[in-house]
């Protein structure tokens, strides 16, 4: 998606010919015409460490066989991670230019641009090209959900790792975001709904009948429902994952909700902002986009959302703090009214924490994973890390536990046989089998030494 955009953007700036710009992705895998050009590829990509396909192995020779005049990296600020830095000892170029609008991590690791990139060149305030009309101008608010009695109770009786779910799909989180798209739509802004958490997405999206992009929608899928938020006036809400965080651009959205999220990223918080901060056609007076967080209350959701608005109030926004919304009461079909509505909602969402251990779900593109439309959760592909509940004694062979291994050739699953690739343990098998044996042999001798000499002491006639 975000590849399409960045070949869009050199065809109309600039004088190329459409000839000279190849995509590489999963899908295309064409080299350009002529000695000059332009290739526009993912991260994931480069620095796939699987088998590669024959014509994905010509494209990286290729890629690794020249010297190029410019790296541009955008979204720089991936780069310090250990699987994406292979990018730039991977492909020999004269410059690196690094592009982001947010140069922020959780780690310290954003200090290694400075030797893999280079220097800060330019650095740009929020605030001050807000106020010169370059982006738009954003009201951010934080909108407070109350838990309902039913979701609360089960949240407390939860563990820390399985109680997400349960202020993710909070109902009156719901209501809250029905009401705000409800609410926009009537005043004709374009909407963005994130969430992080993939169960969730689908069923808000559902619900509320709206289209959803996430990380196993088809790529001509994915077009297709961005093409109609753009320019189809009948299609004005879009619901996204976390792949709509970053390379997106829309600048039609002038509203974005954030239902669910990644824990504290202060990063994600501005990327998620920067979705809507594109300049506006609109010339309202006042704010002209809106940003809404909502989060429910009394939860440790709370303590997350005040996290990531660090990096915001630093460029000068300010959060306003909602606790009501006017007449959402009077909303015509408003979801989850009634109890029996609430306590089946809440019946898959216990069967949702009871099928995952970890509730979040939280997708990742670069692991080949998708999202199963008829369970409504999220599985990988391909190779993956199984955890076994066993003591720590099994892993040095004290017990029967076995390993389990990955065909990666035939994608199927082998159980291997305790000990069978440890020298030590079959020579302790062994030796077992051959004392067993020699124990049984040994008895036999002596039972048959034995009844030799009762039979010549005359007992074996009496008997």
């Not at 002529?34 to 620095?47: C, L, R, W």
């Not at 934080?142 to 202020?167: I, S």
């Not at 909602?345 to 998708?370: P, R, T």
């Not at 955890?387 to 990666?408: F, H, I, P, V």
Request: aromatic share 10%.
């Amino acid at each position: 998606m975000s590849v399409v955009q960045w070949r869009n953007e050199f065809l109309k700036w600039s004088t190329i010919n459409p000839d000279q710009i190849a995509i590489f992705t999963a899908e295309n895998k064409e080299r350009f015409r002529g000695d000059a050009g332009i290739i526009v590829t993912t991260y994931s990509m480069v620095t796939n460490s699987r088998t590669r396909s024959h014509d994905s192995q010509k494209m990286m020779d290729f890629l690794m066989g020249r010297e190029w005049g410019l790296l541009l990296l955008d979204e720089v600020h991936v780069v310090p991670a250990n699987i994406f830095r292979k990018v730039i000892h991977s492909i020999a170029t004269h410059a690196k230019l690094g592009l982001t609008a947010t140069l922020l991590r959780e780690d310290d690791k954003i200090q290694d641009l400075n030797f893999l990139i280079g220097p800060k060149l330019y650095e740009a305030n929020w605030m001050e090209l807000s106020e010169q009309g370059h982006i738009a101008r954003v009201q951010c608010a934080e909108v407070w959900c109350p838990m309902t009695t039913e979701f609360y109770q089960e949240y407390l009786n939860e563990t820390p790792r399985k109680r997400a779910l349960f202020y993710i799909m909070n109902p009156r989180k719901f209501q809250a975001c029905q009401f705000l798209i409800d609410y926009h739509e009537k005043r004709g802004d374009k909407v963005i709904v994130f969430s992080d958490n993939v169960f969730a997405l689908a069923a808000y999206a559902r619900k509320l009948n709206k289209p959803y992009i996430y990380g196993g929608t088809p790529q001509q899928e994915r077009l297709k429902i961005l093409q109609n938020f753009q320019r189809n006036e009948l299609i004005n809400t879009v619901f996204l994952s976390k792949i709509g965080d970053t390379s997106l651009d829309l600048p039609e959205a002038t509203c974005l909700i954030q239902v669910s999220s990644h824990y504290g990223s202060r990063r994600q918080e501005a990327q998620r902002l920067g979705r809507i901060l594109r300049a506006k056609r609109r010339n309202d007076e006042g704010f002209n986009a809106f940003f809404y967080s909502l989060v429910s209350k009394d939860t440790a959701e709370m303590y997350y959302s005040s996290k990531r608005q660090a990096f915001l109030v630093d460029q000068g926004y300010a959060f306003k703090v909602i606790t009501h919304l006017q007449g959402i009461e009077n909303l015509p079909g408003l979801a989850y009214a009634t109890p029996a509505e609430r306590r089946e909602l809440l019946q898959s969402v216990l069967l949702e924490n009871s099928q995952n251990a970890d509730v979040n779900s939280i997708e990742k593109e670069s692991d080949g994973g998708f999202f199963d439309r008829t369970r409504g959760d999220y599985k990988r592909s391909g190779p993956l890390v199984k955890r076994n509940n066993a003591k720590l004694s099994g892993l040095s062979g004290g017990d029967t536990m076995a390993y389990m291994e990955q065909n990666a050739s035939a994608n199927k699953r082998m159980k291997v046989p305790p000990g069978q690739q440890n020298k030590f343990m079959r020579k302790l098998k062994s030796d077992a089998a051959v004392a067993k044996v020699d124990e049984r042999e040994s008895n036999r001798v002596q039972g048959d030494n034995r009844r030799k000499n009762l039979t010549e002491r005359g007992w074996g006639a009496r008997m």
